[in-house]
Nanobody, 128 residues
């Protein structure tokens, strides 16, 4: 049984930066893609970024169009941790950010329904 715990959220001014961390325990997720999603009040959970498991010597990442060039997803399998570096944050990106893991076979990394494991989320608030 795996658990995911996010940290690093907080209050930041528009244009600022935050780095979120997601620490996994209970099992290793080194063979699974891991993702970041966010959910604002009254809205559906939306895809932010994902990173594949190691393939050869590389990892592959995917981003929502709205965050490309500003957010960077990375992982440290030795620490069983995935990170989300967020730069140039905007007020409309205020949301609870969730970490996910355990991608189901054939599922899209960008689909919330594709993941088995979820953290409880960390609040990110961007003030204008």
């Amino acid at each position: 049984q795996g658990q995911l715990v996010e940290s690093g959220g907080g209050l930041v001014q528009a244009g600022g930066s935050l780095t979120l961390s997601c620490a996994a325990s209970g099992r290793t997720f080194s063979t699974s893609a891991m993702g970041w999603f966010r959910q604002a009040p009254g809205k559906e959970r939306e895809f932010v970024a994902a990173i594949t498991e190691r393939r050869g010597v590389s990892y592959y990442s995917q981003y929502a169009d709205s965050v490309k060039g500003r957010f960077t997803v990375s992982r440290d399998d030795a620490k069983n941790t995935v990170y989300l570096q967020m730069n140039s944050l905007k007020p409309e990106e205020t949301a609870v950010y969730y970490c996910s893991a355990g991608l189901k076979p054939g599922a899209s990394v960008a689909s919330p329904a594709g993941y088995v494991y979820w953290g409880r989320g960390t609040q990110v608030t961007v003030s204008s």
